[in-house]
C-alpha cells in the first residue's frame, strides 16, 4: 500500500443516526488507538512446579480512543460536542483510514478544550472514548 495523504484521515461525527456523517470540530490532527487489555491466566506448571512458568493471558477489555487538536470551527459541530459532553449522550463516528477502510462506532466525549494565544485562532482538543463494539469496514 502506498503511503497516504495524513489530511485524509478523517473523524466524522452522524448528525442523523448514521446515514450523514460531517467532520469532527475542525481537527487538523487526529489520533487514533486501537486498545485491548490482556488478562492473565499463568498457573504453575503442575508436572513441573520448580520449572520455567511461561506467561499465558487471554484477551480482556477491547477499546478505541480517537483526539485531535484543531480550530474552532461550526458553532454546530462544537455545540454538539459540549451537549454529548454535558448530557452524557453519544456520538456516533466514523473515521476513514485512507488506504485502509472505515471504523463505526459510538464514542463519549472524555475532554473537550478551548484554548488560544494573543494573535491567534481559538484552538480545541478533543478525547473521545469508545462505548460499545467498533466495527471495521476494509476499503473495496
Same mark, same amino acid.
Given at each position: &500500500? ?9 473523524? *466524522?461525527?452522524?448528525?442523523?443516526g ?13 489520533? /487514533?488507538?486501537?486498545n ?7 498457573s /504453575?506448571?503442575?508436572?513441573?512446579p520448580?520449572?520455567t512458568?511461561?506467561?499465558?493471558? /487471554?484477551?480482556g477489555?477491547?477499546? &478505541?480512543?480517537?483526539?485531535g487538536n484543531g ?7 462544537? *455545540? ?38 494573543l ?5 480545541q ?10 466495527t ?5
Amino acid at each position: &500500500m502506498p503511503k497516504q495523504n495524513a489530511r485524509a484521515l478523517l473523524v *466524522q461525527y452522524s448528525t442523523d443516526g448514521g446515514t450523514t456523517y460531517e467532520p469532527l470540530a475542525g481537527l487538523t490532527t487526529r489520533n /487514533i488507538s486501537l486498545n485491548g487489555n490482556l488478562v492473565d491466566i499463568t498457573s /504453575i506448571n503442575t508436572a513441573d512446579p520448580g520449572g520455567t512458568v511461561w506467561r499465558e493471558t /487471554i484477551a480482556g477489555i477491547q477499546s &478505541m480512543d480517537v483526539s485531535g487538536n484543531g480550530f474552532f470551527e461550526s458553532k454546530t459541530q462544537f *455545540q454538539a460536542l459540549i451537549d454529548a459532553k454535558n448530557d452524557g449522550t453519544y456520538l456516533d463516528l466514523q473515521i476513514t483510514c485512507p488506504g485502509l477502510g472505515d471504523f463505526t462506532g459510538t464514542f463519549a466525549v472524555g475532554t473537550v478544550g478551548l484554548g488560544g494565544e494573543l494573535e491567534g485562532a481559538i484552538t480545541q482538543t478533543v478525547e473521545l472514548q469508545s462505548s460499545g463494539a467498533v466495527t471495521f469496514t476494509p476499503e473495496a
